[in-house]
């Protein structure tokens, strides 16, 4: 078979073109392929002729379109169908055999035509929409102008063997590929800079598409997940502004990233969530309609959302896309005023230069009590004597009438429901009362979340300790809400590695503090699932058990060992759902050793027969956990052979233990010139570097790291490099930090002790 990807710049080395996206063309295609076999392009077939064994085959000519967005496909597929209230056939390839996988994507792809058409009040342009899953594909997939391919992973759907999380990830993609043929597609970006125009859109909106079809799901608290990844990446020195100069074409696939995609999505909810929804869905449709088949700048979407909503959006939000990095909001409580300080966040603890317009929202003691208003300097204040005396809200409390039982519900939450893309820092005294609340359960999920990544953040960044840190997650092992849980066991992940270098002796203590922490919720949660449960639940008790698992919780070993053996016996058994088996394969590889390596061998037997893609991937992401060297080396050797498919190889850098970080290491270097070859020009190279050079914490690493990389670099992975290395360093001072708290030991021996 064949498939073509051509965004960013490669349409130029398939045919002669002016080859950037603001020159947009219309295509008329012929192909010829061998009679057998299905060809599939950006508009539908017009005309075949035979000839012997050939076909030719002439597709329609194309609406004016841009070069990056052109596409073939050429295989053996079978499809499934549909067709939208409006008319428009969708379609559906998949591998020969497989068609009833591909129903759940067809049917997303369906309900996001429909809604997107109301939600724009633009109409799908095309006759057609065809989305194909194919074997080898570097991104997720691909939004070509009515030709969606996607990589088998991402698309393909199978009730049994599929997870929930995955089921999910299916539903997001569809949506956010769907909504590229109007953020995109029909009006494009005029140049690489605005490329978040498409992915922070196209990211943003199929959160808003997957939250219509499937509200019990909770997007919105979850891409929360998102907005954290992307502060993440913005609290480094060389990250680089969403609206990023690029001036070499081999540079754009460096910057299809979590500043693009993640900080891109989370301005533009902060912005929503600033100007409300009807507006900003009136704006989007004008947008729309306004640029519809031509190319448009960042300034003009603010230019209609300035128009439309009478806000001055402009100069709000070129403080957000022009400059790299974020706020740190400082907040002090004096009488009743309350004092703000903004001050650019870096991982590094140093204080940047930026300066914001800042949408500031807070609540007294209940989301009834609310003001917001714009930070536009350095330092503001706020007078909010009015929330202390308003009994109008159902606390019916005012400070004049009840003093002490105001005093008991006081508290004060920043950013509501984390909608800003800022952290908020709290003097003491608010922040032991917002513990409090957290612990009485006053405060919303969202907020629960965004008060642990700030104090996750500021702990990083050498601003809090870390014992106050553990302290505070300790409040939150009575939570159940999945995402809030999900981010706890993303914070326990990230001390392990840190604590690791910092005190190895007392590591374990510390995984005993995080299984007590999490073992309430995987209790009431168990092995098995329930049928008719939440798709949360589902989602909570695979990562749940993941991390119990890594952790090396002896209780949940067993069970899983137990429950893998049950699946040797039987692929079907029902002690091991999909959602589960992850934790199994976590079990089985952290008592993998060269010495003990049955389990090993089985966990490869079942790779090597499983029939589904969803299988293979779920053994690839933890082959590598093995707290053996040798085997994680065998593991990194087995990924790179001919058994595993070129795109898979980056699901078992994911999984690579602490303890096999310098045979990875080692590795790398070994087989860099094999990695430039074979992936040097793709999206996938990148990851080679972050996902390998992230497990170090140490300075001397960062420097072995950068000599090695002196004479080997280019502009295709230059900055990529660089915040590499940055978060190593980053990760460095930390372990000097926690070093510093020498009483730390002691008291993590007491929290795993205590249960
Ligand atoms: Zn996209």
């Given at each position: 078979?064949?498939?073509t990807q051509f965004e960013a710049v490669d349409a130029r080395r398939c045919f002669p073109c002016w080859d950037e996206p603001a020159l947009k063309a219309a295509f008329q295609?012929?192909?010829?392929?061998?009679?057998?076999?299905?060809?599939?392009?950006?508009?539908?077939?017009?005309?075949?002729?035979?000839?012997?064994?050939?076909?030719?085959?002439?597709?329609?000519?194309?609406?004016?379109?841009?070069?990056?967005?052109?596409?073939?496909?050429?295989?053996?597929?079978?499809?499934?169908?549909?067709?939208?209230?409006?008319?428009?056939?969708?379609?559906?390839?998949?591998?020969?055999?497989?068609?009833?996988?591909?129903?759940?994507?067809?049917?997303?792809?369906?309900?996001?035509?429909?809604?997107?058409?109301?939600?724009?009040?633009?109409?799908?342009?095309?006759?057609?929409?065809?989305?194909?899953?194919?074997?080898?594909?570097?991104?997720?997939?691909?939004?070509?102008?009515?030709?969606?391919?996607?990589?088998?992973?991402?698309?393909?759907?199978?009730?049994?063997?599929?997870?929930?999380?995955?089921?999910?990830?299916?539903?997001?993609?569809?949506?956010?590929?769907?909504?590229?043929?109007?953020?995109?597609?029909?009006?494009?970006?005029?140049?690489?800079?605005?490329?978040?125009?498409?992915?922070?859109?196209?990211?943003?909106?199929?959160?808003?598409?997957?939250?219509?079809?499937?509200?019990?799901?909770?997007?919105?608290?979850?891409?929360?997940?998102?907005?954290?990844?992307?502060?993440?990446?913005?609290?480094?020195?060389?990250?680089?502004?969403?609206?990023?100069?690029?001036?070499?074409?081999?540079?754009?696939?460096?910057?299809?990233?979590?500043?693009?995609?993640?900080?891109?999505?989370?301005?533009?909810?902060?912005?929503?969530?600033?100007?409300?929804?009807?507006?900003?869905?009136?704006?989007?449709?004008?947008?729309?309609?306004?640029?519809?088949?031509?190319?448009?700048?960042?300034?003009?979407?603010?230019?209609?959302?300035?128009?439309?909503?009478?806000?001055?959006?402009?100069?709000?939000?070129?403080?957000?896309?022009?400059?790299?990095?974020?706020?740190?909001?400082?907040?002090?409580?004096?009488?009743?005023?309350?004092?703000?300080?903004?001050?650019?966040?870096?991982?590094?603890?140093?204080?940047?230069?930026?300066?914001?317009?800042?949408?500031?929202?807070?609540?007294?003691?209940?989301?009834?009590?609310?003001?917001?208003?714009?930070?536009?300097?350095?330092?503001?204040?706020?007078?909010?004597?009015?929330?202390?005396?308003?009994?109008?809200?159902?606390?019916?409390?005012?400070?004049?009438?009840?003093?002490?039982?105001?005093?008991?519900?006081?508290?004060?939450?920043?950013?509501?429901?984390?909608?800003?893309?800022?952290?908020?820092?709290?003097?003491?005294?608010?922040?032991?009362?917002?513990?409090?609340?957290?612990?009485?359960?006053?405060?919303?999920?969202?907020?629960?979340?965004?008060?642990?990544?700030?104090?996750h953040a500021l702990c990083q960044a050498g601003k809090q300790s870390l014992s106050s840190l553990l302290t505070l997650m300790g409040v939150y092992r009575k939570d159940i809400?999945?995402?809030?849980?999900?981010?706890?066991?993303?914070?326990?992940?990230?001390?392990?590695?840190?604590?690791?270098?910092?005190?190895?002796?007392?590591?374990?203590?510390?995984?005993?503090?995080?299984?007590?922490?999490?073992?309430?919720?995987?209790?009431?949660?168990?092995?098995?699932?329930?049928?008719?449960?939440?798709?949360?639940?589902?989602?909570?008790?695979?990562?749940?058990?993941?991390?119990?698992?890594?952790?090396?919780?002896?209780?949940?070993?067993?069970?899983?060992?137990?429950?893998?053996?049950?699946?040797?016996?039987?692929?079907?058994?029902?002690?091991?759902?999909?959602?589960?088996?992850?934790?199994?394969?976590?079990?089985?590889?952290?008592?993998?050793?060269?010495?003990?390596?049955?389990?090993?061998?089985?966990?490869?037997?079942?790779?090597?027969?499983?029939?589904?893609?969803?299988?293979?991937?779920?053994?690839?992401?933890?082959?590598?956990?093995?707290?053996?060297?040798?085997?994680?080396?065998?593991?990194?050797?087995?990924?790179?052979?001919?058994?595993?498919?070129?795109?898979?190889?980056?699901?078992?850098?994911?999984?690579?233990?602490?303890?096999?970080?310098?045979?990875?290491?080692?590795?790398?270097?070994?087989?860099?010139?094999?990695?430039?070859?074979?992936?040097?020009?793709?999206?996938?190279?990148?990851?080679?570097?972050?996902?390998?050079?992230?497990?170090?914490?140490?300075?001397?690493?960062?420097?072995?790291?950068?000599?090695?990389?002196?004479?080997?670099?280019?502009?295709?992975?230059?900055?990529?490099?660089?915040?590499?290395?940055?978060?190593?360093?980053?990760?460095?001072?930390?372990?000097?930090?926690?070093?510093?708290?020498?009483?730390?030991?002691?008291?993590?021996?007491?929290?795993?002790?205590?249960?």
């Open positions: 078979m064949a498939a295609i012929t192909l010829d392929v061998p009679l057998e076999l299905t060809a599939l392009s950006n508009m539908p077939i017009l005309k075949e002729k035979l000839n012997g064994d050939i076909k030719t085959v002439y597709f329609e000519e194309s609406p004016m379109m841009s070069t990056y967005l052109v596409a073939v496909v050429v295989g053996s597929f079978d499809s499934v169908e549909e067709t939208t209230a409006d008319g428009i056939r969708v379609r559906v390839y998949c591998p020969p055999g497989k068609s009833d996988n591909g129903k759940f994507a067809l049917h997303v792809a369906v309900k996001a035509l429909e809604l997107y058409t109301r939600y724009f009040s633009v109409p799908y342009p095309l006759p057609k929409l065809d989305m194909v899953a194919v074997p080898e594909f570097a991104g997720g997939a691909m939004e070509n102008y009515g030709l969606i391919i996607y990589r088998e992973n991402d698309m393909l759907h199978d009730e049994l063997q599929s997870t929930a999380a995955k089921k999910q990830r299916i539903t997001v993609v569809a949506m956010h590929e769907v909504a590229h043929q109007w953020f995109g597609n029909l009006v494009t970006m005029e140049w690489w800079t605005h490329l978040w125009l498409n992915e922070g859109f196209a990211t943003w909106v199929s959160y808003m598409a997957t939250d219509n079809l499937f509200p019990e799901w909770k997007v919105w608290t979850q891409f929360l997940q998102y907005t954290a990844s992307g502060l993440h990446m913005d609290s480094l020195e060389k990250s680089h502004p969403i609206e990023v100069e690029i001036i070499h074409a081999r540079a754009v696939l460096e910057i299809f990233d979590a500043i693009s995609y993640e900080k891109g999505s989370a301005v533009i909810q902060m912005l929503q969530s600033y100007l409300g929804d009807a507006i900003f869905q009136k704006s989007l449709s004008s947008y729309m309609k306004r640029y519809a088949w031509k190319n448009a700048k960042t300034e003009d979407l603010w230019s209609v959302l300035t128009e439309e909503s009478g806000v001055e959006v402009t100069n709000l939000m070129e403080t957000w896309t022009k400059q790299k990095g974020y706020p740190l909001i400082s907040v002090n409580l004096n009488g009743h005023i309350l004092a703000f300080e903004q001050s650019q966040f870096l991982l590094s603890g140093l204080a940047g230069e930026g300066l914001w317009i800042v949408p500031i929202t807070l609540c007294l003691g209940s989301y009834e009590r609310q003001k917001k208003f714009l930070l536009k300097t350095r330092c503001g204040e706020i007078d909010i004597s009015d929330l202390f005396n308003s009994p109008s809200d159902c606390l019916g409390l005012s400070e004049e009438n009840d003093p002490e039982k105001f005093k008991e519900h006081f508290w004060i939450k920043i950013n509501i429901y984390q909608s800003g893309f800022y952290r908020v820092k709290y003097e003491d005294k608010l922040a032991t009362q917002l513990i409090k609340a957290i612990e009485s359960n006053y405060v919303s999920a969202p907020d629960k979340f965004g008060i642990l990544d700030d104090t809400d999945y995402t809030v849980v999900s981010n706890l066991i993303e914070v326990c992940y990230n001390i392990v590695k840190v604590y690791y270098d910092a005190f190895p002796d007392s590591v374990d203590y510390l995984r005993q503090y995080f299984i007590n922490i999490l073992r309430p919720s995987a209790e009431r949660l168990g092995w098995e699932s329930v049928s008719g449960e939440p798709h949360l639940n589902v989602l909570l008790r695979g990562e749940i058990s993941m991390a119990l698992a890594s952790f090396g919780d002896e209780k949940t070993h067993e069970d899983a060992i137990r429950r893998f053996k049950s699946l040797l016996m039987d692929r079907n058994t029902p002690l091991l759902s999909a959602d589960t088996k992850r934790a199994a394969y976590i079990a089985v590889m952290r008592k993998t050793t060269v010495a003990s390596r049955n389990y090993f061998e089985s966990l490869l037997s079942i790779y090597r027969e499983a029939d589904t893609v969803q299988e293979k991937e779920r053994i690839l992401r933890h082959l590598a956990a093995s707290p053996d060297p040798d085997i994680v080396m065998e593991v990194l050797n087995f990924l790179a052979s001919d058994e595993v498919r070129d795109q898979d190889i980056i699901y078992g850098f994911r999984g690579i233990s602490l303890e096999g970080r310098e045979a990875a290491w080692k590795w790398l270097k070994d087989h860099w010139d094999f990695i430039l070859n074979k992936y040097g020009t793709g999206l996938l190279f990148t990851n080679f570097l972050t996902d390998i050079i992230a497990l170090f914490s140490s300075n001397e690493k960062a420097d072995e790291v950068e000599a090695f990389f002196a004479n080997r670099t280019t502009l295709a992975f230059a900055m990529n490099l660089k915040q590499s290395i940055e978060q190593v360093r980053i990760k460095a001072r930390w372990v000097q930090n926690i070093k510093q708290e020498e009483s730390l030991p002691e008291l993590i021996k007491q929290l795993a002790i205590k249960g």
